[in-house]
């Protein structure tokens, strides 16, 4: 069964602060990792799409990148803004599942 | 991508009652998927619409607790039944057209049991 980890769990940063958020799967038979950011009580907004075929994705300030041989992605966030503030989810779409699986999160808080 | 339309966006409701949320999409989706996500969690799959067919449920999931219905290739309903304050949780419709196609969320109901 395939199991998402996300680190740090909570990061606090100053605002202009280029920072890196971590995520690792256990199965690299994925079909594609998504990138999504949660404010609080809210529904996710997409953020990235990686294909297992593709090494990195990049949207304005944001960058992230996919290690299917080794489980990992990280996604970086260059400049950072208080209104980055928010919970970053990762979450891979196995080979031979339709559904995706999600990290527990990395809550940021960009301080003005 | 798709825009999805989900209601309530959230609601307060008494013990042994029943909600229906519903998912309204803008275009035909093949697949679709209700989600929890209970406070301070991460995402939990509650089951796969299907189209025509029963909902495909997961582990720890079932038909009476949270019975789903698939009219369409563009709505869905999530009934939480016979509530209890541990039901209290965000619960999410998400849909994708599959393949490499990445997926889109609603935006959520917050429930709230009391």
């Known amino acids: 069964k395939q199991e998402v980890t996300q680190i740090p769990a909570a990061l606090s940063v100053p605002e202009g602060e280029n920072l890196v958020l971590n995520c690792s799967f256990t199965d690299s038979a994925i079909y594609n990792l998504q990138w999504f950011r949660q404010d609080p009580g809210k529904g996710l907004t997409s953020l990235l799409l990686i294909q297992s075929s593709q090494r990195e994705q990049t949207s304005g300030r944001l960058n992230a990148s996919l290690d299917k041989s080794s489980g990992r992605s990280t996604l970086y966030i260059a400049a950072s803004q208080p209104g980055d503030s928010a919970t970053y989810l990762c979450?891979?779409?196995?080979?031979?599942?339709?559904?995706?699986?999600f990290g527990a999160g990395t809550r940021l808080t960009v301080k003005p | 991508s798709a825009v999805i339309s989900q209601k309530p966006s959230r609601d307060i409701c008494q013990r042994g009652t029943s909600l229906t949320i519903q998912c309204q999409v803008d275009?035909?989706?093949?697949?679709m998927f209700w989600y929890r996500q209970q406070p301070g969690q991460s995402l939990t799959l509650i089951a796969t619409a299907n189209q025509g067919s029963e909902a495909t449920y997961e582990s720890g999931f079932v038909i009476d607790k949270f019975p789903i219905s698939r009219p369409n290739l563009t709505f869905s309903t999530l009934t939480v039944s016979n509530m209890s304050p541990e039901d209290s949780s965000i619960y999410l419709c998400?849909?994708?057209?599959?393949?490499?196609?990445?997926?889109?969320f609603g935006s959520g109901t917050r429930l709230t049991v009391v």
């Open positions: 275009s035909q989706v093949t697949m």
């Open positions: 998400s849909v994708t057209s599959g393949g490499g196609y990445g997926y889109t």
């Open positions: 979450a891979v779409k196995g080979d031979n599942n339709n559904d995706m699986r």
